[in-house]
Nanobody, 116 residues
Framework: QVQLVESGGGLVQPGGSLRLSCAAS????????MGWYRQAPGKQRELVAR???????NYEGSVKGRFTISRDNAKNTVSLQMNSLKPEDTAVYYC??????????WGQGTQVTVSS
């Protein structure tokens, strides 16, 4: 059974940083392209960063240069370092598959709120 458990969210001031983590289990993590998604109130869920099994990364335009995705295949975790946070980054953040094929069942996500 696939499980994705996100953590690390919180309230941060504009310009601040947070590091999100996702613990994955129930599948062969090291072969999967993984991604971080976010969903802001009233908006559709969007993919903001992805990392392939070969550590190739891609970012959505608004987070490029501020967010960094990484993975640890030994620990079955994928992380998202978020710097220079802006109010528009406020959302619930989720990790999931980000390659071909359907996504897994969504975890509970972790809330990120950027506000002064």
């Amino acid at each position: 059974q696939v499980q994705l458990v996100e953590s690390g969210g919180g309230l941060v001031q504009p310009g601040g940083s947070l590091r999100l983590s996702c613990a994955a289990s129930g599948f062969i993590f090291k072969i999967k392209t993984m991604g971080w998604y976010r969903q802001a109130p009233g908006k559709q869920r969007e993919l903001v960063a992805r990392i392939t099994s070969d550590d190739i990364t891609n970012y959505e335009g608004s987070v490029k240069g501020r967010f960094t995705i990484s993975r640890d295949n030994a620990k079955n975790t994928v992380s998202l370092q978020m710097n220079s946070l802006k109010p528009e980054d406020t959302a619930v953040y989720y990790c999931n598959y980000a390659g071909l094929g359907r996504v897994a069942d969504w975890g509970q996500g972790t809330q990120v709120t950027v506000s002064s």
